[in-house]
């Protein structure tokens, strides 16, 4: 008997399907409608059983929005085996016709009636489980224990980054938007146009809340501070631009006069010389302050006092531009949410 079954990979490159099968269709981010069809699979999870959030949905809400192919075709049973081997390797989960999600062992992630088993596990990549088994590790050195059941991040194989030259312009547009931010604190401000003569790329570059405040004649005080804060998601830029040696434990805050200082000096770069630090390195920040974001927001929420310093604002900063740099939920900046 042959089976109708949609594969969703979330991989960038992934293995071709090498089992004898009946191949249907393949798309890809490319594919007319595939954004769209993602979003029909991710209501189809949302809305099984009494629709609410949990941690099983998340996972699969999560996997269907890092999916960059899907893969359609009709195998007999007695290529299951066959298939699980192909489906491990393209990290997929499965659509069934019986309405059920699986996961590459044939094991039931979610059935139609959004009933699941906990212990039923999501695919992820090697490498990924790697990574945040590392960080955990070095976190238990610390004192501190992250919940177990958070999920990884995204792993090398899966994630698309920004490109070079979108990272420095939105590091140089981050400085102009925090020099602002000083100069309304000193009841100062600088003339927008300034930056613009000064800074092109930078001004060119800038979000639409961003240009909204630096020309705003008298901001709201909170959105003076939020954009004070925003050196902290230059720290990480920069830093991903190797424009900083190291990324700090997140214990203290910047030093903002070091972050202007070097964005100056590369306010004009040769955009076609910009390379990134190695994905690993990144993604191994991205792991760590995701984990952290979550212990500082935990020990906030019950009251509790973390037993090594933590700056929960600067995780914060750092999670949304480390979030931005690895395209999560491919939003645009000012778009950028940092769940935990």
Not at 4 to 21: G, K
Not at 239 to 249: K, R
Not at 309 to 319: L, N, S, Y
């Amino acid at each position: 008997m042959s089976l109708l079954v949609n594969a969703y990979s979330t991989l960038t490159n992934p293995i071709a399907i090498n089992f004898s099968c009946k191949k249907l269709n393949q798309r890809g981010l490319n594919s007319l409608n595939f954004t769209d069809h993602l979003n029909g699979f991710i209501g189809y999870v949302m809305q099984a059983g009494d629709g609410e959030m949990n941690s099983r949905r998340y996972e699969l809400y999560r996997h269907i929005q890092k999916t960059k192919h899907q893969f359609t075709f009709e195998v007999e049973e007695n290529q299951f085996d066959e298939l699980t081997i192909w489906a491990e390797q393209a990290n997929v989960i499965l659509f069934m016709p019986d309405g059920t999600i699986r996961n590459p062992n044939m094991e039931v992630l979610q059935h139609p009636d959004g009933k699941f088993d906990i212990n039923i596990k999501m695919p992820y990549p090697s490498e990924a489980l790697q990574r945040k088994a590392k960080t955990e590790q070095y976190l238990a050195t610390l004192g501190l224990q992250p919940l177990a059941s958070l999920p990884p991040v995204v792993a090398e194989s899966e994630v698309i980054l920004r490109t070079p030259d979108e990272v420095v312009k939105r590091a140089l547009a981050l400085m102009l938007t925090g020099i602002q931010a000083e100069s309304f604190r000193e009841n100062d401000p600088l003339d927008p146009e300034e930056f613009k003569t000064r800074c092109p790329l930078g001004f060119a570059a800038l979000s639409n809340i961003e240009y909204d405040f630096i020309h705003d004649p008298q901001p709201q005080e909170q959105d003076v501070m939020n954009m004070s804060w925003r050196y902290e998601a230059l720290l990480p830029l920069q830093w991903a631009l190797n424009w900083q040696s190291t990324l700090p434990f997140a214990d203290t805050f910047c030093n903002v006069s070091s972050l202007v200082e070097i964005g100056v000096e590369n306010s004009n770069p040769e955009l076609s010389t910009l390379t990134l630090r190695p994905t690993s390195e990144l993604l191994d920040a991205l792991d760590l302050n995701y984990r952290l974001h979550w212990l500082a927001r935990d020990y906030r929420l019950n009251n509790k006092s973390l037993p090594i310093e933590i700056m929960e604002g600067v995780i914060q900063e750092r999670q949304y531009a480390l979030n931005w740099l690895t395209n999560f939920e491919n939003a645009d900046w000012d778009d950028v949410d940092t769940p935990t």
